[in-house]
Structures are given as structure tokens and as C-alpha cells.
């Protein structure tokens, strides 16, 4: 690691860093260590060598995923606009840009995404902007809304379904008023 210059980084959180993937999914503490690392990173900006730039710049706009692991239990309220992948026990509101649900997984909760694939158990709503897949070993109670959906055989699905057609959408305006002159 001798061509490598650091001024505002220990090597082991440059390497730390390095290793990790902007648009990963990753565990609370692991989220907390990249979130110190960058802060740490962008407050000495001024002072960073040119690798340490190079990894802030990769950094800059990361939206990391957060990973619930197995064998755990979670309750509350997720909004998040990444990924969010639940290897453990959910309950409470599930909303991400897209949402697995692993084999080991029990999600109580409404879900609200772009896409949801769900290989778990589910009990709750299910919303999806884009689509829903759910796998041969998925149970799943509760209804689904979405313009594409995919049941395997063998899943279980208790529940009503809608699929609004899929509509593409319209673009806004927005449009500078001007004052009308009169008279």
C-alpha cells in the first residue's frame, strides 16, 4: 500500500472504503462506518490527496442499500430511496426504490416500491409502481397493486389483486407566470 498517499484517512478505513460498493446493500453498522468514513472525507476535502478525492468522488452521491440480516427482528418505519433487502423478521411500513424479501424473511408490513421481489413470507399490502415477482417458496397474504405481476407456481397468495395499466408519466410544466398588463 506504499503508493497510496493519504493525509485525511487511516488505511484502514481508505481500504475499508475502497472495498465497498456505491450502490451496495449493507447492515446498520457497516452503514455507519461508510457514513463516518465519507463524512470524515468531505470535511477535510480541502486537504485530500488525489486517491482520497478519487474515493470521494465515487462516494459523493452513493445511495447505499440497507440489508436487515438474518435472525434478527426489526419494528418501525423504512423510507428509504435505495434498496432495501430483508434477510430477517420485518413489521411495520416497508417503503424503497425496490425491496427483496429473502426465503428467511417474515415481513409484516405494507410494502410501497418500484419493483418487490419476494421469495419470504409476506402479510400486508403490496405496492409496486413497476412490478411484483413472487417465487415458488413465497407466501404472500394480503393484496397486491401493480401493472406487472409474476406468481410462481407453487407460491401462495391470499388476497386481491389489481393491475392498473401501465402508464407512462406525463411530464409537468412548470411555466413562469407573467404579469398580464392592462389598459
Known sequence: ??????????????????????????????LE??????????????????????????F???TFGILLPKDTDTKGKIN???TVHVAGNFSGNLAADSILIEKTATVLANIAAEEVLCKGKVRGDIRA???VRITK??????????????IEKGALFEGRCSMPKNRTPQPIFLMKKTPKKTG
Not at 13 to 26: E, H, I, Q, T
Not at 36 to 58: A, M, P, S, V, W
Not at 137 to 150: C, K, Y
Open 1 to 30: 500500500m506504499t503508493d497510496i498517499k493519504l493525509k485525511i484517512l487511516t488505511e484502514k478505513d481508505f481500504l475499508f472504503l475502497a472495498k465497498k460498493n456505491p450502490a451496495g446493500v449493507y447492515d446498520e453498522e457497516t
Open 33 to 58: 462506518n461508510l457514513d463516518r468514513i465519507i463524512k470524515r472525507l468531505n470535511r477535510g476535502k480541502q486537504f485530500c490527496t488525489g486517491d482520497e478525492k478519487q474515493l470521494l468522488k465515487k
Open 60 to 62: 459523493q452521491c452513493a
Open 80 to 82: 428509504h430511496p435505495g
Open 129 to 131: 409502481t413497476n412490478k
Open 137 to 150: 417458496e413465497a407466501e404472500v397474504r394480503g393484496d397486491i397493486h401493480s401493472p406487472n405481476l409474476n
